[in-house]
Each structure stands twice: as structure tokens, then as C-alpha cells.
């Protein structure tokens, strides 16, 4: 079992920047794929990006791809987010997620799931 806690999330101008960190308890860590997810008001929780146990594997929702960039240290047992060129549709709640499994856009396979950042980004 692990616990996850997401922070760095806030308000930005559009263009801008935001780092996300998950912070995950549990000496297990480096065996879980971890996916961030991200839900707007209305709408349903979409996978961003996800990363392999290892790192060595990553995916990227289309609409993120070459604007975020997902990292991980599973000597520090944190995985990161850089967000780049923010748009205001890339506000949402964000929400990292551990799972032993590589189905990366299910949210159904993740077990684990920390509690949520916000990220604003202003027009």
C-alpha cells in the first residue's frame, strides 16, 4: 500500500508554468506505474501523462503532448509534471494515481490516489 500527495498546483497566467510533485509513501514505490489525471468541473477525469515503474516508458494525452513532461525519482519517491505553455483549458483538479498495471487511460486500474491539486490558469 501507498499514499500519495499531490502539491504545487495554483493560479498562472496562460503561457506560463507549474511544477507538480506526488510524493508517495511506502517502500514499494519504484514497483507502481503512476499516471496523472486531471477532472474540470462538469466534466470526467482524463489521463495527462503516465510513467513507467522504472521510467523508462512514458505517455502523454494528446492535448499535453510536447507542453508537459512527466519525471520520476524513485529514490526520493516522487514523480514530477513540468507544465509548460498553460492554457486556460489545462485547468482542472490534478490528481496522481498509482497502479501495478500499463493501462495508462483507465481510471479504473489505478488503486492508490492522492487527494488533488488545483491548477488555474488565467486567459
Known amino acids: 500500500q501507498i499514499q500519495l500527495v499531490e502539491s504545487g498546483g495554483g493560479l498562472v497566467e496562460a503561457g506560463g508554468s507549474l511544477r507538480l510533485s506526488c510524493a508517495a509513501s511506502?517502500?514499494?514505490?519504484?514497483?507502481?506505474?503512476i499516471g496523472w489525471f486531471r477532472q474540470a468541473p462538469g466534466k470526467e477525469r482524463e489521463v495527462v501523462a503516465a510513467?513507467?515503474?522504472?521510467?523508462?516508458?512514458?505517455f502523454y494525452a494528446d492535448s499535453v503532448k510536447g507542453r508537459f513532461t512527466i519525471t520520476r525519482d524513485n529514490a526520493k519517491n516522487t514523480v514530477y509534471l513540468q507544465m509548460n505553455s498553460l492554457k486556460p483549458e489545462d485547468t482542472a483538479v490534478y490528481y496522481c494515481?498509482?497502479?501495478?498495471?500499463?493501462?495508462?487511460?483507465?481510471?479504473?486500474?489505478?488503486?492508490?490516489w492522492g487527494q488533488g491539486t488545483q491548477v488555474t490558469v488565467s486567459s
Open positions: 494515481a498509482a497502479s501495478i498495471y500499463w493501462r495508462v487511460g483507465d481510471p479504473k486500474e489505478y488503486r492508490y
Open positions: 511506502g517502500r514499494t514505490f519504484s514497483n507502481y506505474v
Open positions: 510513467i513507467s515503474s522504472s521510467g523508462s516508458t512514458t
